[in-house]
């Protein structure tokens, strides 16, 4: 009996059974940077911000049908997900503005203004698939670990690394939010987030395609460039050319999953919910933080450089930067942030506006427009005028709203001033100094000093 020919079938037999399995499994792999915390650390931390969300925002509860759905396709999605086998959760708010987050170690949310905006399971499956990919690539602690290191003397992130960092992280969450700690995700993360979510969504027999047309969708409608927006999901650019060059490189399938009658069940459910606004949310009593001093908040005469991608500008020595040079960023002092939401300090990124505008002046108006949007309680104050940013022309704006603050039980008046200057691409860059109307002269010095230092790049 002739051996060769029985060993060369045997291969062949080896081979069709092994390549059906590695089509079930995404093929891009975690990627990998600084992170000073291990898995069980961060499914803990995962597990204290959960409680938190759970507090500040209206979760359904988990026997309600429509969280019911998001588990069931969630988990299937997730059983795609190579590397760490996280602890996965998936949970509902109910809340109308469309996003979706995921924090560190497992805990997925999807807002139902994100089901009512979905056309078909698979751009509901892409949007989920997406935050899964942020877990995986533990983009999260990743973030929190950057920013710690920034901050923190070295002799302390040392004493840090040596097994303290959960107890840090527990403390900066609690002081300044889960969004500012984790959810200030660069492009690169994005980038990867839709590569990784590409491979899941093929895998669990979705069209990856969905999940950059949904995104397509929402900068078509404007919904992704609010400033919260911007800081989680910044846009990478191509994603649609991103998605499809991923796609290419798997075995190519005749059908995808698009739809299904679970979907159009509870796309008809939440289509008569009534879910809360962000500053619905927000303004809901007993929430927000106690006005009190500014000892904590008054800046230092020393300021200390931070450079961007876009832009370089001095700051006080005795904020913080939270984002990196890739996203958008918020310079504050720690207890100038509290509640997911600024009280005192500055917000940096760039807004594209809907259509190419011709001039500064109608881009800075779009841009108000779109903050007005997600805060309706905002509303401009005197005119407009034209100043010079770093040489360049730029608009400044004063506008009147509500603070996360509150004395009394009732919110302060807050005040925030808009400043805009070209960007390239025709994009603008903006900057957003904010503080209680009653501490904002106190204040209006060092802003100034920081709008002077500020100097864009070509």
Request: hydrophobic share 35%.
């Amino acid at each position: 009996m002739n051996a060769q020919p029985l060993l060369v079938r045997c291969f062949a037999v080896l081979i069709l059974c092994l390549f059906p399995l590695q089509a079930l499994q995404a093929r891009v792999q975690p990627t990998h940077g600084f992170d000073m915390f291990s898995a069980q650390e961060e499914a803990q931390a995962g597990r204290q911000a959960e409680t938190e969300v759970s507090r500040q925002l209206p979760i359904l509860t988990d026997s309600d049908p429509v969280s019911k759905y998001i588990q069931r396709l969630g988990y299937e999605l997730a059983s795609h997900a190579p590397g760490e086998k996280w602890p996965y959760s998936f949970h509902v708010v109910n809340q109308k503005d469309i996003n979706a987050f995921a924090l560190p170690g497992g805990p997925v949310y999807v807002n139902v203004g994100s089901i009512q905006a979905a056309d078909n399971e698979a751009e509901l499956a892409g949007v989920m698939a997406h935050e899964i990919s942020h877990i995986v690539q533990r983009h999260g602690t990743r973030q929190a670990s950057k920013q710690m290191m920034a901050q923190l003397p070295l002799g302390v992130l040392g004493s840090l690394l040596g097994g303290g960092a959960l107890g840090q992280l527990t403390t900066m969450v609690g002081a300044l939010g889960v969004q500012t700690v984790f959810l200030h995700y660069s492009r690169q993360a994005e980038s990867e987030a839709d590569l990784l979510g590409t491979d899941i969504m093929y895998d669990t027999g979705f069209d990856p395609h969905a999940l950059a047309q949904f995104f397509t969708k929402l900068e078509k409608e404007g919904g992704s460039r609010g400033p919260q927006f911007l800081s989680d999901h910044p846009d990478p650019g191509n994603r649609a050319e991103a998605v499809s060059r991923e796609l290419s490189t798997l075995p190519p399938k005749t059908s995808y999953r698009t739809d299904s009658e679970e979907f159009r069940e509870v796309k008809q459910r939440v289509a008569g919910m009534r879910p809360l606004s962000g500053q619905q949310i927000a303004q809901q009593p007993g929430e927000g933080p106690e006005y009190g001093s500014l000892s904590g908040i008054r800046p230092s005469g020393n300021m200390r450089e931070f450079n961007h991608n876009d832009f370089q500008i001095s700051y006080p020595e005795n904020w913080q930067v939270f984002g990196d040079r890739d996203s958008a960023i918020t310079i504050a002092p720690q207890s100038g942030v509290s509640q997911n939401a600024v009280a005192y300090g500055v917000m940096i990124g760039s807004f594209q506006p809907e259509e190419q505008k011709d001039s500064l002046d109608e881009a800075t108006h779009d841009l108000l427009a779109t903050l007005r949007q997600s805060n309706p309680d905002l509303r401009v104050i005197g005119h407009d005028e034209n100043i010079r940013v770093n040489g360049l022309p730029g608009k400044s704006v004063d506008m009147i709203g509500k603070s996360p603050l509150q004395q009394n039980g009732r919110a302060l008046q807050e005040r925030d001033w808009v400043v805009t200057a070209r960007q390239h691409e025709g994009s603008l860059l903006y900057l957003v100094f904010i503080a209680p109307d009653r501490d904002f002269g106190s204040l209006r010095p060092t802003f100034e000093d920081m709008l002077r230092s500020l100097r864009l790049r070509d």
